[in-house]
């Protein structure tokens, strides 16, 4: 045999839907051809009414290895990935020990991912704080090491290991990002507002510590002014030392206008959201539902709806997951407590049917889901070269969905380490049949056939 042809009604391509056959050679996207053409010598996989869609690329979130390993993992969150749809992961600088924000704790990451890993892998270098490392002179080592961009938190991110800027480090860090050409990625909330509004609940409760088992405790500590003043301040910065500036997980709508006016400015600035912004609202959060803690928050159903208005205005370039899991008890399930509970959710192996449930009730198609989930995001990573869509030279990397397919989410679909989610019990529109790497199988049918063949890209 001299090649694979991937044939399916439904391929979903950068110039929209249609049938035909993707041949693939030597793990690459060879030509695009009518399935009546396939030559004689190619073995055929016909996926009928199945949709093909380019790999998935999650630009955004936690694999904790090494360090916290028992927290997620290479092979688990990669199994999840595979999963999920997602070909390509790019994994962030914190929550693993040490954070990735030197030359050496990249080489760590590199020790921990060697042959663990299903699907392909980045990570993002960290911009931390001077006096935890020297970290200024390490940027563009590790740009140079092969980080795709850095992450940098203006906030306390939540754990130890990883320190926030302050406006004053970051300044002096940015000419070095911009040096390197790369993007530097942004948790956009600023401490003073947050500061304000929890001291506020706290006169408001004659000093006595609020309800914290009400989310809407926790929606009011963490307002969206937080966010606005942090995207305010970063857009100023982004004039003045011409870095390219990507806003992730952005929860607040009420920031959208001045983010579209940075864009018609000419200011390089993309922004990314995440499923659960869009698929949960705050008015639906029980109270104690701890599973649903994540920073920035979920915010009203109007918000949510913005936020959908700025994914098909184009403000919005990219969907995330932020897949950020923990060990299960340190979601507090048992006290419910908004203030103790680990903000994060995971949704690797979910994304694309939690994503694709909302988004066919609005209108939006596959082509628009694959250039949020996909394309944007390689392009972020810089692997759009080869990652992120269904063209002539890019890796034969495919994720075989059927939209119309309805399930329930039950603990054996999530994957990951821990089968903790807030989606659990959903019934979710759209299933991943299977996942390819590089023209491999490396998830079908709720089986993953393979060694782990991922490897890093950069
Ligand atoms: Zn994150």
């Keep these: 045999m001299d090649g694979h042809a991937f044939v399916s009604e439904r391929i979903v391509t950068p110039d ?9 050679r030597d793990g690459k996207i060879g030509r695009f051809l009518p399935a009546s053409l396939i030559p004689a010598n190619i073995e055929v996989h016909n996926f009928g009414e199945s949709a093909i869609l380019p790999g998935l690329v999650d630009s955004h979130l936690h694999i904790n290895d090494p360090g916290r390993a028992e927290w997620e993992g290479f092979e688990t969150a990669t199994r999840a990935a595979a999963a999920g749809g997602y070909t390509t992961l790019v994994d962030m600088p914190l929550n693993c020990l040490p954070p990735t924000a030197t030359v050496a704790a990249l080489g760590a990451k590199r020790q921990a991912a060697a042959g663990r890993c299903w699907v392909d892998w980045l ?68 401490p003073g507002p947050i500061d304000e509004a929890t001291r506020r609940l706290q006169n408001n409760n004659n000093n006595e510590d609020a309800d914290w088992r009400r989310y809407s405790t926790y929606l ?12 305010r301040l970063l857009l100023s910065l982004c004039r003045q030392y011409k870095f390219r ?13 001045e983010l579209c006016a940075a864009r018609a400015e000419g200011l390089p600035v993309s922004v990314e959201t995440c499923p659960h912004y869009l698929h949960f609202c705050a008015e639906e959060i029980p109270d104690g539902a701890t ?28 969907v995330a997951t932020d ?32 994503m694709w449930t909302q988004a066919q ?16 995001p390689a392009r972020l990573a810089g692997c759009s070269a080869r990652k992120g869509r269904i063209a002539e ?58 060694d782990p063949r991922g490897r890093e890209i950069c």
């Design 245 to 257: 500036l990507h806003i992730v997980h952005l929860s607040a709508s009420s920031a959208l206008a």
């Design 323 to 354: 897949h950020s899991p923990c060990p299960p008890a340190m979601k507090r399930l048992d006290e419910g407590s908004f203030k103790t509970a680990w903000g994060g959710i995971s949704s690797l192996s979910l994304a694309l049917p939690l």
């Design 393 to 450: 030279g890019f890796d034969a990397d495919f994720v075989i969905f059927e939209p119309e397919a309805e399930f329930v989410v039950t603990e054996d679909r999530l994957y990951y380490r821990y089968p903790v989610s807030p989606y659990l019990g959903q019934k979710l529109r759209g299933a991943v049949r299977a996942t390819y790497l590089r023209g491999q199988v490396v998830f079908s049918d709720g089986q993953f056939p393979v």
């Design 123 to 190: 990570a993002w270098g960290g911009l931390v704080s001077e006096s935890a490392s020297d970290n200024q002179a390490e940027i563009e080592a590790l740009a140079a090491a092969g980080v795709p961009g850095f992450k940098c938190f203006l906030i306390h991110p939540g754990i130890d290991g990883f320190t926030m800027v302050t406006e004053a480090e970051l300044r002096a860090a940015l000419p070095h990002v911009a040096r390197t050409g790369l993007p530097l990625l942004v948790h956009a909330e600023l």
């Design 291 to 318: 599973l649903c803690k994540c920073a920035p928050p979920i915010r009203s159903r109007e918000n949510r709806e913005r936020l959908w208005q700025g994914l098909k205005d184009g403000i919005i370039d990219l």
């Design 361 to 376: 009730q609005r209108g939006f198609t596959l082509t628009d889901l694959t250039r949020w989930m996909a394309e944007a």
């Design 16 to 24: 929209g839907i249609r049938p035909g056959a993707i041949i693939i």
């Design 220 to 231: 009011q500590s963490r307002p969206e002014e937080a966010e606005l003043a942090a995207i």
